[in-house]
């Protein structure tokens, strides 16, 4: 009994995994489901495999309409993929029935994907491992787009896509950044490509830095100190979130009087510190470039080792709020590593009990140098040609 129950789970398991890979290669074969009784349609690889060949001869005897009815089967069988949207847009170029409408928000995208793999295109009813390959209809269709563009208008939009049809994708998305286009439906959906990757594609961000902090008030007294510290966090949008962690060292310039156990001690030594949050605002970003004005918080403070009391530890807190601007300039187009100033006000008060009042605020320069960006955005921004016009 218990050897027929672990034949039959066995048998059971077989079953399933048969099916499922079977199920996922009719998925990826593209094989539309018929009614009962009626004969199945052709597998969407062999029908691509011969709608592309009747594509191709009734494109290169002139038969235009023959062509578009045997894309319009195709698409309709196999769903929209890049070589079809490609084959339309040219075969309405070369019957001078090409119109903007035909563009959409697909159309940049088949774009990137002709110039990132010229020789794949993807259908809708594929497994997502599965690409079709025919790069020998991928090599008529650039002949077919060198040839209409010696025929289309200067300046056109189907110049700009036969060029880019033809293997020059880079050019063409140059050229789209030129003010001529601007009005264009393809810059249209351009710009919305841009304007979506950047908004909505996080950022991370890192970077070390040293500096300059300088009181400004009665804290005078404890002098200027070189500043060491990190940041790291992320940029959504147009917004910069960090977290930031400070050390100040070097003694102080004159000794100070602060009370500590209910006495008043002085010290000499300084090691101030910072741990605090801070927000930007991006204000512009061009060509490498970026402008932030940025606010934060946290707390601050310093310890220091008393000179009369056998070095006992002091310790001095405080709350720490700061605003001022940062700077950024990216080593390398698209790159993520980036040199950055940033210049600070801190409203500060040491002011601690007896002692000397330490009243004041203070002023503190960084530089940077670091890495903030997004792999994945800066590398569509670079197939974009964007900021190269």
Not at 233 to 255: D, H, I, K, M, T
């Amino acid at each position: 009994m218990k050897n027929t129950c672990l034949a039959l789970l066995v048998s059971v398991c077989l079953a399933l995994v048969s099916g499922l890979i079977g199920g996922c290669a009719a998925y990826r074969m593209g094989a539309p489901k018929a009614p009962f009784g009626e004969t199945p349609p052709m597998p969407c690889n062999d029908l691509g495999t011969s709608a592309r060949k009747a594509v191709r001869e009734f494109f290169e005897t002139n038969q235009y309409d023959s062509a578009l009815m045997a894309l319009q089967y195709w698409t309709d069988q196999c769903g929209v993929s890049e070589t079809t949207a490609r084959t339309t847009l040219l075969l309405h170029i070369a019957t001078g029935t090409f119109e903007e409408d035909l563009c959409d928000r697909w159309t940049i995208d088949n774009m990137l994907h002709q110039k990132r793999s010229p020789s794949w295109s993807q259908g809708s009813r594929y497994c997502w491992w599965y690409r079709e390959q025919d790069k020998s209809y991928d090599e008529f269709t650039r002949r077919v787009a060198r040839q209409l563009r010696k025929k289309t208008p200067q300046g056109s939009i189907e110049s700009l896509l036969c060029e880019c049809f033809s293997g020059d994708c880079d050019s063409a998305f140059i050229k789209l950044q030129q003010p001529e286009y601007q009005h264009t439906r393809l810059r249209y959906y351009y710009d919305q490509t841009v304007q979506r990757n950047m908004e909505t594609l996080p950022e991370g961000n890192f970077a070390i830095y040293t500096g300059y902090w300088s009181p400004r008030g009665e804290n005078r007294q404890l002098g200027a100190h070189p500043v060491f510290g990190a940041v790291m966090g992320g940029q959504g949008g147009r917004y910069l979130y960090n977290v930031a962690v400070e050390w100040r060292g070097s003694a102080a310039s004159s000794p100070y009087r602060v009370e500590h156990d209910r006495m008043i001690d002085s010290a000499i030594s300084f090691n101030g510190y910072y741990l605090g949050f801070e927000v930007g605002r991006e204000l512009f970003r061009v060509s490498g470039h970026q402008l932030f004005l940025r606010a934060g918080g946290g707390l601050d403070g310093f310890e220091g080792r008393s000179i009369p009391n056998d070095g006992a530890l002091i310790k001095v807190n405080t709350v720490n709020v700061n605003f001022g601007a940062a700077y950024r300039f990216f080593l390398r187009r698209y790159g993520l590593e980036y040199i950055g100033v940033e210049g600070i006000y801190n409203v500060i008060s040491y002011g601690h009990g007896g002692g000397d009042g330490l009243q004041g605020n203070a002023l503190e320069f960084r530089v940077m140098f670091g890495w903030a960006g997004n792999k994945y955005k800066a590398e569509l921004l670079r197939d974009l040609n964007y900021g190269c016009r």
